[in-house]
């Protein structure tokens, strides 16, 4: 529910100072109460909660980290971790419900929190005081045994100096701040716009890989929605997923109509196209997406951000209405063009970046022009284009390049957990456009490669008694995809597993999206459960076939990569 008062203080303090796009997860219950509490504290006086630990670290918390350093004096942050969604899988460290303070019914990272204002202290800034001290394994009972053991004066916490950009801990060393950005909030950036992708509130509803269904789908919604509107009382309006926006609408007396022209290409997960109804009234929040996938240009070629905080990072090119969470955690697209108000499409990428580029490398002495592959065959010394001929086309593929780039991927990896990219000037700006288009090519069409020669095998339905099971699992090891009771996959070659996007590989995210799953909406369940394997099992192993190939192609290129960010340079 809203707080307006203490809503409209967060939104002048905490939100204010932020430079994440997506802060809406500052106005949480527990940041509501820190500005409540130290709004009414005056100039003496502590504030002491126990909550989750998100604001330590988050990218949307640096406004209110920045916050806090200026309103208190003191800080002490006591940091028990135990977030089983962040950390569990990750780097081979596995933890569970027992590892958390308050088990399985909140397994998240918790923090108790002192916050001190002394009006007697005149030296600043703020000492911010902080402790991890338990390990990522330490169970519950060993957690609360530290606690039980130490009073506070004697913990002996670790006095922050935050960082330029408000981070308290994992904070880098390094050049990136240097480095050219791709978006900014404010100030200049290689991309004008940028979005998040679409949170549609109501993936059941909106997503089907039946266009038919979901047009069903998408009718029933809206007559149940109608019906409710011109009769509040109506019997059966619980059986939509209803949320805010759509009360607002039904209790403003909105009314909403059916358009197929609105059934449009939604990239759900990676590799994963499913048919998306696009209409802001039944999806909860479109951010920028209007103004990069307008009607009927939904093709816009877009290079993906993920992995802020609990994943590694991620980018792959898209040209259709992505989902937030795209990799199973939000994610920022960058496109290559956006649409005026009038539907004229324009740069994305900004005139400064294309100076920023010309500029530098005209400073450089070209010294050829390497094969476009950097695969199979030597370089092949000619004359370089002149730096003049760098176009906005040739930026957007040097930057997916770069993005690729495992050494900076490895350098840059905090940075990158917590901040929209930056990007290095490397030396031989051609052969890292080249690396880039063909990359891009092999995203974006990644449904026209040839497939990779995988082997089939089918058992015989007759001398198979067991019940039929649509499985779509995968031995890396063996290099085997068992898709279902009767079909396997095998000679799956061991480096297409290494092409990961996230925490999956991309064969891995397909795998997954298509098993057959209970619907958790109780009247898709009941009404629209049509999904069946059996009837997509021949598109997925072309799929994956296809994918194979991709995976093995990009990781080629991405191996011959430099080695290091400054033999790079």
């Known amino acids: 529910r809203p707080y307006k008062e203490v809503d409209e203080r967060i939104k002048q303090t905490y939100i204010k100072h932020g430079t994440a796009q997506n ?69 081979g460290i596995f933890i569970g419900a027992e590892h958390t303070i308050f088990g399985a019914s909140a397994a998240v990272g918790i923090a108790i929190t002192f916050l001190v204002k002394d009006s007697q202290r005149t030296s600043n800034p703020c000492r911010i005081n902080y402790i991890h001290p338990t390990s990522v394994h330490a169970l519950r009972d060993e957690k609360i045994a530290y606690l039980q053991a130490n009073r506070l004066r004697d913990i002996p916490f670790q006095l922050i100096t935050p960082s330029k950009r408000h981070n308290w801990i994992n904070q880098t060393d390094n050049d990136f701040e240097e480095l050219l950005p791709v978006a900014a909030k404010k100030g200049d950036a290689i991309f004008s716009l940028y979005s998040n992708g679409l949170k549609t509130q109501r ?27 011109k009769n509040p009382d109506y019997a059966k309006r619980m059986q939509i997923k209803w949320d805010h926006d759509l009360k607002s609408y039904r209790d403003r007396q909105l009314e909403i109509s059916f358009n197929p022209e609105h059934i449009v290409r939604g990239l759900y997960r990676p590799f994963l196209v499913q048919y998306l109804y696009f209409d802001w009234h039944l999806n909860g929040r479109t951010y920028q997406l209007p103004s990069l996938f307008p009607y009927g240009a939904e093709h816009n070629p877009a290079i993906s951000l993920g992995g802020y905080g609990r994943k590694p990072f991620a980018t792959l090119a898209t040209d259709g209405i992505p989902d937030l969470n795209f990799y199973g955690d939000p994610a920022q697209w960058l496109a290559l063009y956006r649409y005026d108000d009038l539907g004229n499409r324009v740069d994305n990428i900004t005139d400064w970046a294309l100076a920023q580029f010309r500029a530098h490398y005209a400073a450089q002495d070209p010294t050829g022009f390497r094969n476009p592959s950097g695969l199979d065959t030597p370089p092949t010394p000619t004359s370089s284009p002149a730096p003049a001929a760098i176009s906005k086309r040739d930026i957007f593929h040097y930057v ?170």
């Not at 509490?37 to 330590?56: C, E, K, P, Q, V």
């Not at 089907?208 to 929605?225: C, G, M, P, Q, W």
């Not at 068992?482 to 990961?500: E, F, H, M, N, Q």
């Open 23 to 91: 802060q809406i997860g500052v106005y949480d219950m527990y940041t509501r109460f820190f500005r409540w509490a130290t709004d009414r504290l005056g100039d003496d006086g502590i504030i002491a909660f126990i909550t989750n630990n998100s604001f330590i670290d988050a990218r949307s918390y640096d406004g209110f980290r920045k916050v806090i350093a200026d309103e208190f004096d003191y800080a002490y942050i006591i940091d028990l971790g135990g977030n089983v969604r962040a950390i569990s899988g990750r780097d």
């Open 203 to 229: 993936d059941e509803w909106v997503y089907d890989f039946s266009a038919e269904t979901l047009e069903h789908k998408v009718r029933f919604l809206i007559n149940t929605y109608e019906a409710s509107r």
């Open 400 to 569: 997916y390049a770069v993005l690729h780039h495992p050494a900076y991927r490895q350098k840059y990896e905090l940075n990158l957990k917590r901040d929209f990219p930056r990007i290095p000037f490397y030396a031989d700006f051609w052969q890292w456009a080249a690396w880039g288009e063909r990359l891009m090519d092999l995203h974006l069409h990644y449904e026209m490669v040839d497939p990779y020669p995988l082997d089939r095998h089918d058992a015989d339905p007759d001398a198979v008694r067991a019940r039929y099971k649509a499985k779509l699992s995968a031995d890396t090891e063996q290099g085997v995809i068992t898709l279902d009771t009767y079909t396997t996959l095998s000679g799956v070659p061991d480096v297409a597993w290494t092409y990961r996007l996230g925490n999956r590989s991309a064969l891995e995210w397909i795998l997954d999206r298509y098993k057959e799953r209970k619907p958790r909406d109780p009247t898709i369940r009941e009404k629209f459960n049509t999904y069946r394997f059996a009837d997509y099992k021949e598109h997925v192993i072309d799929l994956l076939c296809r994918v194979t190939t991709v995976s093995v192609e990009t990781m080629a290129i991405v191996n011959v990569m430099p080695a290091s960010v400054e033999e790079a340079l």
